[in-house]
């Protein structure tokens, strides 16, 4: 109730017989049951259609509001956008560069991806 989920209509109900954004929303439930200071998602909206992709990442929101740690790793840059504080974009296995979200935009986060340089990027860091 805590999280505001009501889409699971009975805990009694198989994770098997859920949709893919329910079952994230189970999967993000038992982390936060187990008192986790840091909840880490791998594509976590992959496969999922508009409404669950909503409904995962106003949950992701709604958890990082509520003090804990998200990390998240998405190749869907509106994704990220729409839930980081900040940014680690990686670029062949290593850290390209950090940046605060509010400093950069898509294209940026896609120089540092393909290129792994942050040169032209203001407050990145290393």
Do not use: C
Not at 21 to 38: F, M
Not at 72 to 99: C, E, K, P, R, W
Request: net charge positive; aromatic share 2%.
């Amino acid at each position: 109730d805590g999280l505001s989920v009501r889409t699971v209509k009975s805990i009694r109900q198989k994770v098997a017989s859920l949709s893919g954004g329910q079952r994230q929303t189970v999967a993000i439930a038992r982390a936060v049951l187990w008192n986790s200071k840091v909840v880490i998602l791998d594509e976590p909206t992959a496969a999922l259609g508009v409404a669950q992709t909503e409904q995962v990442l106003k949950l992701v929101r709604q958890l990082a509001d509520n003090g804990l740690a998200v990390i998240v790793i998405s190749h869907n840059l509106n994704d990220v956008f729409q839930v980081a504080d900040n940014i680690a974009a990686m670029y062949l296995g290593t850290l390209a560069a950090q940046v605060d979200k509010n400093s950069v935009n898509q294209n940026d986060v896609v120089r540092l991806i393909t290129t792994g340089s942050s040169d032209a990027i203001s407050g990145a860091k290393k």
